[in-house]
């Protein structure tokens, strides 16, 4: 199916690896040219080179921190326009609530929270001018289901939520959309940390850790990178104009609520 996105420009921050990178590569597969961030220049750039040595859509890589006034100047300027958004940083600490910071929270709230509608603002007018834009915001399953070592992103991803819930239903009469995309258990560098500290506050082995997140997923395994972009894809399609404000949960039937 044609995603309608074919020379179309994406934004997609924390793009060296994991789910950003799994996200940009679904869209440079649907023909968008990429702006891609990270803070490390060399796995970005690698990043880069593999995507377009796979796709041939331009890739543009700006290594700079998303979270900072002149990284967010740097990323935007490096294209005229941008049509699709996708908002993605490493998630804060694990810990218990009562050793965070007041440094810590507000670190948390500006990357997860602060910079995702920092770059919303900066190019929400030029998507409804052009009556097409797709935001997808990577938030986590923390979202919906609180896990209790990640009091800070719990807090901060939740913030970006209501804001965006009251938002997309003003953009999407332009044909501008807002979504979140909630990952559960993935292989990603973050989760492995999660699993390590998880590890070590119940004194068993990292192996074992990992097998007891595992067997709470009913898929049986941890996600990958690619079929969560391909989701992120779908939502950043021409086919995907009717769908704003919605919280899409991806993982493997963890979450046991009905709604």
């Not at 969560?228 to 779908?234: E, I, L, M």
């Amino acid at each position: 199916m044609d995603l309608g996105i074919k020379g179309k420009w994406a934004l997609v921050c924390g793009a060296s690896k994991g789910l950003g990178y799994g996200c940009a590569l679904s869209l440079a597969q649907e023909g968008a040219n990429l702006v891609i961030n990270a803070r490390s220049e060399q796995p970005l750039r690698d990043a880069a080179e593999r995507i377009r040595g796979e796709t041939g859509v331009t890739v543009l890589a700006v290594a700079c921190d998303i979270t900072t006034a002149s990284g967010q100047a740097e990323a935007l300027a490096a294209t005229p326009q941008i049509d699709i958004l996708i908002n993605n940083a490493g998630g804060p600490p694990p810990g218990d609530f009562r050793s965070f910071t007041r440094e810590q929270w507000l670190s948390a709230l500006n990357a997860n929270m602060l910079t995702p509608i920092d770059l919303i603002k900066a190019t929400l007018d030029g998507m409804i001018e052009r009556r097409f834009g797709r935001v997808v915001n990577i938030t986590s399953s923390s979202v919906k289901a609180p896990i209790d070592i990640l009091g800070l992103s719990n807090g901060a991803r939740s913030g970006l939520t209501g804001f965006v819930a009251g938002l997309a239903r003003k953009t999407v009469v332009h044909n501008v959309t807002i979504n979140n995309l909630l990952p559960g258990v993935f292989d990603t560098d973050r989760l492995r940390g999660t699993i390590a500290a998880s590890a070590k506050g119940a004194g068993i082995d990292y192996e074992e850790a990992l097998a007891r997140r595992v067997a709470t997923v009913p898929a049986g395994r941890l996600g990958n990178a690619y079929e969560f972009g391909q989701a992120c894809a779908y939502l950043c399609s021409a086919q995907a104009a009717y769908v704003t404000g919605q919280n899409f949960l991806i993982d493997g039937g963890a979450y046991p609520g009905t709604y």
